[in-house]
């Protein structure tokens, strides 16, 4: 059965502390994987997409790498505005946008 | 450019009551979609269109209908409305073309059923 498993369920970092979430995947014929952002209250909303090993996607503070089993989302120096939810999702090879997600990482960083 | 559009935002229901979830876009998607996201799960697929008079069946069809007459409109229907459905309803809409797993997200519609 296609899993998502996200790591910790929640983050809550200093200004400035950088660290990484994880999301582990089990899936067969894996076409792509994706993080978004969710505000409270929000939909979630579209950051990365990454299709292979090795891939790397960046975007302001925010790196994600994929390797065959699980992918990470880097946080470098965080403000208090990258506060939210961070959801992973893995889209099989199936020819359409079916998407897994994981539950999610709540990310709170102060100030 | 609004996006993708839900309506309405809030509602409570008796249990029995059906109602209808409204989703429009404005961006001439073909791909649309209806998750519900409920607490320590993740978004779960409900129904899906890949164009006009077009829709198929995800992870958690029971309970709910769809209908896709127009590109622009979406709407999910709850026929008969029951507490396991208190959830909060997000529809999704991307283009074919680009068949990235893009999605873009309406704000939600939250429903509680008593």
């Known amino acids: 059965e296609d899993q998502v498993t996200q790591s910790p369920e929640a983050l809550r970092l200093q200004e400035g502390e950088s660290s990484s979430l994880n999301c582990s995947y089990t899936?067969?014929?894996?076409?792509?994987l994706f993080w978004y952002r969710q505000d409270p209250g929000k939909g979630p909303e579209f950051l990365f997409t990454?299709?292979?090993a090795g891939e790397e996607k960046e975007k302001e503070r925010l790196k994600a790498t994929l390797t065959k089993k699980e992918s990470f989302l880097h946080i470098t120096a965080p403000k208090p505005e990258d506060s939210a939810t961070y959801l992973c999702?893995?889209?099989?090879?199936?020819?359409?946008?079916?998407?897994?997600f994981g539950t999610g990482t709540r990310l709170l960083v102060s100030p | 450019n609004a996006g993708v559009t839900q309506t309405p935002k809030f509602q409570v229901l008796k249990t029995g009551q059906s109602m209808t979830l409204q989703c429009a876009q404005d961006?001439?998607?073909?791909?649309m979609s209806w998750y519900r996201q409920d607490p320590g799960m993740g978004l779960r697929l409900i129904h899906y269109?890949?164009?006009?008079?077009?829709?198929d069946q995800g992870e958690v069809p029971n309970g709910y209908n769809v209908s896709r007459s127009t590109t622009e409109d979406f709407p999910l229907r709850l026929l008969s409305a029951a507490p396991s459905q208190t959830s909060v309803y997000f529809c999704?809409?991307?283009?074919?073309?680009?068949?990235?797993?893009?999605?873009?997200f309406g704000e939600g519609s939250r429903l509680t059923v008593l």
């Open positions: 899936v067969s014929g894996l076409r792509g």
């Open positions: 961006m001439n998607h073909e791909y």
């Open positions: 999702a893995v889209q099989k090879n199936t020819g359409f946008q079916k998407l897994v």
């Open positions: 269109s890949v164009g006009a008079g077009i829709t």
């Open positions: 990454l299709y292979s």
């Open positions: 999704a809409s991307t283009s074919g073309s680009a068949n990235t797993g893009e999605l873009f």
